[in-house]
């Protein structure tokens, strides 16, 4: 369905209200998600390789910066070469700057909840169109799960000297303590429509 009703609009935004399941919902224009799946893949990959790069490179320590500085570079690029806003949030943050709106919190506990009751992480994404100061736009998010790798700076056992590290960079650290496969966040992706 291409062409957007009032009607249309209005059911995406009482669905948003009511805290939408994290499915993506029929009136939000197809080719729009599909396009926003393919940044929230292109950060994932980009993201990783950096991580994982740094890590070998410089150790987890020194790879602090790759999270800190190299992801919102990252974001910046895909943003720029998209058009569309890209961010990272979650419900535990380790940088105040990406807490979430209250939109994205309701997302991130439907996604959490979809979680534990057994849904696959890599299949959570939710999209919605949204009303603000006159625009509309469209919100997309996609869960960001919690791997292997995450762990060495997101888990319950870190290593002294990575937590010195984030310690001194993030005095308001909340980003630990997680397990392989929790929900760790998740990638948002809003642009304009018309
Ligand atoms: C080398 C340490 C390190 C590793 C490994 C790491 N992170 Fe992070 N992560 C950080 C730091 C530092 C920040 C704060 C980034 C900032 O300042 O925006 C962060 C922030 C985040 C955020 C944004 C929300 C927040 O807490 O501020 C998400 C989401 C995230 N990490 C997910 C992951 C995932 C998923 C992985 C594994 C693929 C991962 N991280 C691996 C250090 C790390």
Redesign the pocket.
């Known amino acids: 369905m291409m062409k957007k009703t009032g009607h249309a609009i209005a059911a995406a935004a009482i669905a948003l209200a009511l805290g939408a399941p994290p499915a993506v919902a029929e009136e939000v224009p197809a080719e729009l998600v599909q396009e926003a799946r393919g940044l929230a893949k292109t950060f994932f990959t980009r993201?990783?390789g950096a991580?994982q790069e740094?890590?070998a490179e410089k150790g987890?320590?020194g790879?602090?910066?790759?999270?800190?500085?190299v992801?919102?570079g990252i974001g910046t690029q895909v943003s720029e070469e998209s058009g569309w806003a890209v961010g990272?949030?979650?419900l535990?943050?380790?940088?105040?700057?990406?807490a979430p709106s209250p939109r994205e919190r309701a997302v991130l506990i439907r996604f959490r909840e979809a979680l534990k009751a057994g849904a696959d992480p890599k299949t959570l994404e939710w999209a919605g169109i949204v009303e603000e100061g006159g625009q509309r736009y469209l919100h997309y998010m996609k869960a960001?799960?919690?791997?292997q790798?995450?762990l060495?700076?997101?888990g319950k056992s870190i290593d002294p000297e990575?937590r010195e590290a984030?310690a001194a960079?993030?005095p308001a650290d909340?980003?630990t303590g997680f397990e392989a496969g929790e929900l760790?966040?998740?990638?948002t992706f809003i642009r304009p429509l018309d």
């Open positions: 993201l990783k991580l740094a890590i987890p320590a790879a602090i910066g790759v999270c800190g500085a992801a919102p990272r949030t979650a535990r943050v380790r940088n105040p700057r990406n960001i799960p919690t791997g790798i995450c060495v700076c997101h990575v984030i960079r993030y909340a980003a760790r966040g998740a990638f």
